[in-house]
Antibody, heavy 121, light 111 residues
Framework: EVQQVESGGVVGQPGGSLRLSCAAS????????MHWVRQAPGKGLEWVSL????????YYADSMKGRFTISRDNRKNSLYLQINSLRSEDTALYYC??????????????WGQGTMVTVSS | QSALTQPASVSGSPGQSITISCTGT?????????VSWYQQHPGKAPKLMIY???KRPAGVSNRFSGSKSGNTASLTISGLQAEDEADYYC???????????FGGGTKLTVL
C-alpha cells in the first residue's frame, strides 16, 4: 500500500524550532520529487517547499524562504521539514505530498494524513 | 488572499451537474497546462481528482472532468452524488520563481 505518515507536529513557542518527518512506503521513494503543503485551521492549502529526487534541488514559497529547510534521506525513505524562528502564522496542518510524475512537476498524487504544528506562548 | 480565485461555495441537487471555476493569470493558469484539482472531505487529506487540466488518475470517477480556457480552469462534476460534498481546490504551476499556487477552495453542497 502506498502511504506517507507524517510526524513531529507539536505545540511550539514563538521563536522556537521543530522538525517534521514523513515516512514513505509502497513506492520507489527516490524516483520522485516530494513536497510539503500546509493548511492553517479552517483555511485553504498553501504550497511550502519541494525537493528533487536526489535532494540536490530545493525550492520554497517566498514566505517560507530563510526559516524553512526541506531535506530527505532516501536510505530511510523519509522527507523532513525544519522550521526555525516559529511564528504564530506557522500554525497549520503540514502534509507531505508525492509528485505524480517522476520526470516532471505535475501534481500531488499521494498525501499523508498531516501533522499539526501549533505555535503558541 | 489566494493566488487563484475560486467561488467560495457552489451547490447542486443529486444527479445535476456543477462547474467550479478557478481564475488565475497569464503567469500561471494561462501559460501552463499544469492545473490540478483536489477534493478534501472534512478531517481528511486532499485527494487528487484531475491533473494536467483534463487527466483523471486511476480510480477517479469519470463524472469528474476538467477544462481550461485562457486564464480560467474549470472542474465539472456530473451526476452529483451525496459523497461529492466536499471542499475542492485548484492548483497551478506558476513558473520557476513561484512554483505552485492554490485557489482558496470551494465548498460543494449537495442539496
Amino acid at each position: 500500500e502506498v502511504q506517507q505518515v507524517e510526524s513531529g507536529g507539536v505545540v511550539g513557542q514563538p521563536g522556537g524550532s521543530l522538525r517534521l518527518s514523513c515516512a514513505a512506503s509502497g513506492f520507489t521513494f527516490d524516483d520522485y520529487t516530494m513536497h510539503w503543503v500546509r493548511q492553517a485551521p479552517g483555511k485553504g492549502l498553501e504550497w511550502v517547499s519541494l525537493i528533487s529526487w536526489d535532494g540536490t534541488t530545493t525550492y520554497y514559497a517566498d514566505s517560507m524562504k530563510g526559516r524553512f529547510t526541506i531535506s530527505r534521506d532516501n536510505r530511510k525513505n523519509s522527507l523532513y521539514l525544519q522550521i526555525n524562528s516559529l511564528r504564530s502564522e506557522d500554525t497549520a496542518l503540514y502534509y507531505c505530498a508525492k509528485e505524480e510524475d517522476g520526470n516532471k512537476l505535475n501534481a500531488f498524487d499521494i498525501w499523508g494524513q498531516g501533522t499539526m504544528v501549533t505555535v503558541s506562548s | 488572499q489566494s493566488a487563484l480565485t475560486q467561488p467560495a461555495s457552489v451547490s447542486g441537487s443529486p444527479g445535476q451537474s456543477i462547474t467550479i471555476s478557478c481564475t488565475g493569470t497569464s503567469s500561471d493558469v494561462g501559460t501552463y497546462n499544469v492545473v490540478s484539482w483536489y477534493q478534501q472531505h472534512p478531517g481528511k487529506a486532499p485527494k487528487l481528482m484531475i491533473y494536467e487540466v483534463t487527466k483523471r488518475p486511476a480510480g477517479v470517477s469519470n463524472r469528474f472532468s476538467g477544462s481550461k480556457s485562457g486564464n480560467t480552469a474549470s472542474l465539472t462534476i456530473s451526476g452529483l452524488q451525496a459523497e461529492d460534498e466536499a471542499d475542492y481546490y485548484c492548483c497551478s504551476y506558476a513558473g520557476i520563481n513561484t512554483y505552485w499556487v492554490f485557489g482558496g477552495g470551494t465548498k460543494l453542497t449537495v442539496l
